[in-house]
T-cell receptor, first 113, second 111 residues
Framework: NAGVTQTPKFQVLKTGQSMTLQCAQDMNHNSMYWYRQDPGMGLRLIYYSASEGTTDKGEVPNGYNVSRLNKREFSLRLESAAPSQTSVYFC????????????FGPGTRLTVT | EDKVVQSPLSLVVHEGDTVTLNCSYEVTNFRSLLWYKQEKKAPTFLFMLTSSGIEKKSGRLSSILDKKELFSILNITATQTGDSAIYLC???????????FGKGITLSVRP
């Protein structure tokens, strides 16, 4: 039982390049989330998916797109990376039972030069 | 717009001290308040609070919620260097599953 996994762990991009961050969970959770974390800013929600087939914008969605591929997987795409997107990205999931408790993946550290 | 404010933003204590971390919130349709600990990796869950006045305890950590005054505190007694971390407070509200996070409190425990 791996919980929430994310790939890659680290990535360096040049301005204008694109990439997709992958996230998968094996806890049969309905809801999945993408956050970014910058120093002194806490966690800010980019996009979330309350259930398979739905996605909604969070607090800071500009410059990102998401795909809820199936119940297990939720990907985050940067179409044209900008230095302002340098950050640590966390994926999380939550499900039945303690519904509000979110479980986090190990994070992806992204640098855009 | 939902708002979660944590204070202080950072503090430095010595091993053995007791610390109190604060979290206040303004949200519509409050559902629960959660505390997470974050060391140099992903946040890990500490407590979820839904009712006023009921203390949750885990070892040297405890937390309580006041829904009338809209705040929560996280207490850590007999601090150890391993308690050094960022402590995040988050609130769940409304009908959706989103959490609103505060900016976090950076705690440094010196030997």
């Amino acid at each position: 039982n791996a919980g929430v996994t994310q790939t890659p762990k680290f990535q360096v991009l040049k301005t204008g390049q694109s990439m997709t961050l992958q996230c998968a969970q094996d806890m049969n959770h309905n809801s999945m989330y993408w956050y970014r974390q910058d120093p002194g800013m806490g966690l800010r929600l980019i996009y979330y998916s309350a259930s398979e087939g739905t996605t909604d914008k969070g607090e800071v969605p500009n410059g990102y797109n998401v795909s809820r591929l199936n119940k297990r997987e939720f990907s985050l795409r940067l179409e044209s990376a900008a230095p302002s997107q340098t950050s640590v990205y966390f994926c999380a999931s939550s499900g039945a039972g303690a519904r509000d408790e979110q479980y986090f993946g190990p994070g992806t550290r992204l640098t855009v030069t | 717009e939902d708002k979660v404010v944590q204070s202080p933003l950072s503090l430095v204590v010595h091993e053995g001290d007791t610390v109190t971390l604060n979290c206040s919130y303004e949200v519509t349709n409050f559902r629960s308040l959660l505390w997470y600990k974050q060391e140099k990796k992903a946040p890990t869950f500490l407590f979820m609070l839904t009712s006023s006045g009921i203390e949750k305890k885990s070892g040297r950590l405890s937390s309580i919620l006041d829904k009338k005054e809209l705040f929560s505190i996280l207490n850590i007694t007999a601090t150890q260097t391993g308690d050094s971390a960022i402590y995040l407070c988050a609130v769940a509200s409304g009908a959706n599953s989103k959490l609103t996070f505060g900016k976090g409190i950076t705690l440094s425990v010196r030997p």
